[in-house]
């Protein structure tokens, strides 16, 4: 078998909003999301499924075009079942492509699920448990609404609540306290900061202050590059701080370990560059002592179905994971929805991710006008 062609398209998919307005947190604004759906085709008739996903505006249509410029030339005429090498091959033409690479490398282990007859999360070693506990993400917000929205949340029976600060000092003691109050203590409440912080004195401070409110963890405080920052924000609280932003492809893993910056890494799909390089950071990981979830961008259908697959095989998912970025969105783009049933999400059944494109509904979010 051996890959024909590969097609990508731009799709635009309202976010839901959140209190009737446009969810944000410390990194924007999120109204639409702009992805891109490739589909990786064989000359024995096979289609694998990708998404391409960003958590920023405007990269879904250049994602596209790194994939039909950089990455299909070489992938071309391969056997598409050799995952491993065409990954190799991707890394090599597009080094810090991994959004890019990640929606191309997932469609090639869909293919080979459907080439073989079997689920993605069996190709990556079989089941482990048979279905994610999931943490749901509290945008900005009054504290008051965001309590609301943390409690409807943990009503339907999210385990863990994540409370995005961002909002001062002032707001975001108060959103975790009411937060913690309306879910009670039977819940967990995580609290990202997306790197809002200004300097580790801060989030050192931050995690005084609502340490009282018996938060899970701290998630990336610092900048990306700031890991000395994140290191001392570490060493100096007993509160498990957790690595986002930090993490690209394994390289990035190792240095987050070595540099000792974080308790637990949250590892994605996308960001790390595919479903294998995503289990090797799980790996990292486990060898380093620390503990692991898995993020979201938020992804449609197809990249949280393979989301879903790499948390069924992981053994050390040890966290509630965002694995249901299809939550956040107006549409998922899937001819059945994905299962999630009370705060877990289960994998699709079925060869390869085991999902499918709903035609009409591909093609309404391909001819969507991207946002001015
Ligand atoms: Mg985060």
């Not at 007859?117 to 069996?122: K, Q």
């Not at 448990?129 to 504290?143: C, D, F, M, W």
């Not at 200004?198 to 590059?225: G, N, T």
């Not at 949250?266 to 799980?282: C, D, L, M, P």
Request: charged share 25%; with cysteine; aromatic share 4%.
């Amino acid at each position: 078998m051996k890959i024909s062609a590969i097609e990508t398209t731009p799709v635009y998919v309202p976010r839901l909003r959140a209190f009737g307005a446009v969810p944000r947190t410390a990194l924007g604004p999120a109204d639409i999301s702009e992805h891109g759906i490739v589909q990786v085709r064989t000359d024995e008739g096979l289609t694998g499924l990708g998404e391409l996903s960003s958590v920023f505006a405007r990269r879904g249509p250049l994602l596209c075009r790194d994939v039909e410029e950089r990455l299909t030339p070489v992938l071309l005429g391969r056997n598409p079942l050799d995952i491993t090498s065409a990954l190799r091959a991707m890394e090599a033409q597009l080094p810090d492509g991994q959004l890019a690479i990640a929606g191309v490398e997932m469609a090639l282990w869909d293919l080979a699920g459907k080439a073989l007859g079997a689920p993605v999360y069996t190709l990556l070693g079989g089941r482990m448990r048979e279905r994610i506990p999931l943490s749901y993400s509290v945008p900005h917000g009054e504290p008051e609404q965001m309590a609301e929205f943390a409690l409807e949340r943990a009503r339907e029976g999210f385990r863990t609540v994540k409370v995005k600060t961002g909002q001062g000092m002032q707001t975001d003691v108060e959103a975790v306290r009411q937060v913690r109050e309306a879910v009670g203590s039977a819940h967990r409440v995580r609290v990202d900061a997306n790197m809002a912080m200004r300097s580790a004195k801060d989030a050192i401070r931050l995690v005084e202050r609502i340490m009282e409110y018996d938060p899970e963890m701290l998630e990336q405080p610092m900048p990306a590059h700031d890991l000395q920052a994140m290191a001392e924000i570490r060493a100096s609280v007993s509160l498990p701080i957790m690595a986002d932003e930090s993490i690209g492809p394994p390289r990035d893993a190792m240095e987050v370990i070595r540099r000792e910056a974080a308790d637990v890494l949250n590892v994605y799909v996308t960001e790390s560059g595919g479903i294998q390089n995503a289990a090797r950071i799980f790996t990292l990981a486990e060898q380093a002592g620390l503990g692991c979830m898995i993020g979201s961008m938020p992804e449609l259908g197809i990249g949280t179905a393979a989301q879903i697959h790499l948390g069924i095989a992981m053994p050390n998912l040890d966290f509630d994971s965002d694995t249901c970025g299809s939550l956040y969105q107006s549409e998922d783009l899937l001819a059945t929805p994905l299962r999630f049933e009370a705060g877990f999400a289960f994998a699709p059944e079925g060869p390869g991710l085991g999902v499918e494109l709903d035609p009409e509904a591909f093609e309404r979010a391909a001819r969507r006008s991207p946002p001015p």
